[in-house]
């Protein structure tokens, strides 16, 4: 069973930066593409971010410029660098497999930007 365990998560002022990391266990990791998604109360989830198994990435363009996402294979995990934060990424972000999400999702990591 494929577990995904995000964490980085916290309340940061606008203007911040985060650093999320994503591990994924049960899985082959390397060949899947990943990326990062976000949720708010009373929003559907939307994808921001994505990488390919070789590196390749894109974004969502508002977060375009100031999110980076990296993966490193040997250790399951995908990353999210977040700079310049404002008030509107505050969410619950996840991680899953793109552009499909196949796998369940877990409890995310929840971001606070005030103002």
């Known amino acids: 069973q494929v577990q995904l365990v995000e964490s980085g998560g916290g309340l940061v002022q606008a203007g911040g930066s985060l650093r999320l990391s994503c591990v994924a266990s049960?899985?082959?990791?390397?060949?899947?593409?990943m990326g990062w998604y976000r949720q708010t109360p009373g929003k559907q989830r939307e994808q921001v971010a994505a990488?390919?198994?070789?590196?390749?990435?894109n974004y969502a363009d508002s977060v375009k410029d100031r999110f980076t996402i990296s993966r490193d294979n040997a250790k399951n995990t995908v990353y999210l660098q977040m700079n310049s934060l404002k008030p509107e990424d505050t969410a619950v972000y996840y991680c899953?497999?793109?552009?499909?999400?196949?796998?369940?999702w877990s409890q995310g990591t929840q971001v606070t930007v005030s103002s």
């Open positions: 899953n497999s793109v552009p499909v999400a196949v796998w369940n």
């Open positions: 049960g899985t082959i990791f390397s060949y899947r593409r």
């Open positions: 990488i390919s198994s070789g590196g390749s990435t």
